[in-house]
């Protein structure tokens, strides 16, 4: 792959992957998936998302000082998210935008989003948005969010919240903890737990309306927390998980159709 020139202003280099096709449905991305690298340092993961044997790529790399590096050009679709679904959609690689924020993730020493890098992530989401015109709020999502059952990533330590406060993504405040109500979890049957998949899979996320709680709804509620209850992730739907998941949906800046 030769070196082509960037998207965005903001990149500071470009280095090429070959780990890309084109995109399959002709249409142009209309989601930006966030991921963390989960690897020692950010100069690994970049030789791993740029070497053919990998089979990984994404469109953008951010490292911890803020700096930059494209390597898959926008028009084209790079290979990130793997086996995923979001709003009947799975195929989310030819649907999406992929950046690769530099973190050690939890298998290496999860730490804190350095702000210089954040805020890199939010100049670059806000130069798609300015270039590719709207992209729905509900639509800059978590790798998490697509993949409940296999990935953690970028993990409850992103801070989504000032995202939400520069205008990326869609994000409300969540309730706190240790409420009186409801609780749903591991092994409950029943209507609730139907409605609760439900409302789970029309805010977007890949869930069947089985009845009971399974392990597939303990992946989906974990991945809502690790997004937007992150106090505590712990796949149970307590009161606060309820609450938020309700507030959400309230504010869905699309309204489900
Ligand atoms: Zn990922």
């Known amino acids: 792959m030769p070196l082509f020139p960037p998207d ?8 090429p992957s070959p780990n890309i096709d084109e ?14 690298t989960g690897m020692q340092t950010g100069q690994a993961a970049l030789e791993r998302l740029t070497m053919a044997a990998s089979k990984v790529s994404a469109h953008y790399v951010v490292f911890e000082n803020g700096r930059i590096v494209q390597c898959v050009p926008e028009a084209l679709r790079a ?8 709003a009947g959609e799975t195929d989310i690689n030819s649907r999406s935008i992929g950046i690769e924020i530099v973190n050690p993730g939890h298998e290496f020493g999860y730490c804190n989003f350095p702000l210089r890098q954040t805020a890199a992530v939010i100049s670059l989401c806000k130069t798609i948005l300015t270039r590719r015109g709207p992209i729905g709020a509900e639509r800059i999502l978590a790798h998490s969010d697509v993949a409940p059952a ?9 801070p989504w919240e000032l995202l939400s406060e520069s205008g990326i993504g ?6 706190p903890l240790d ?18 998949q ?3 899979a029309s805010y977007g996320y890949g869930i069947a309306e089985t009845g009971s709680y399974d392990d597939a709804t303990r992946d989906v509620v974990t991945a809502f927390q690790r997004h937007f209850r992150p106090a505590r992730v ?11 998941l309700r507030a959400l949906i309230e504010t869905r800046p699309t309204p489900l159709s």
């Open 79 to 86: 290979w990130h998210a793997g086996v995923s679904s979001w």
């Open 23 to 36: 995109r399959k449905d002709g249409r142009p991305p209309d989601m930006i998936l966030l991921h963390y």
């Open 179 to 196: 409420l009186d109500g409801v609780t749903l979890k591991p092994g409950d049957h029943g209507e609730q737990v139907s409605r609760l």
């Open 234 to 244: 712990d796949g149970i739907a307590d009161p606060s998980t309820l609450l938020t």
């Open 150 to 158: 296999r990935k953690q990533d970028p993990g409850e330590k992103f």
């Open 198 to 200: 439900r409302t789970l």
């Open 170 to 175: 869609h994000w409300v405040r969540a309730a």
């Open 8 to 15: 965005s202003f903001l990149v500071s280099d470009v280095v």
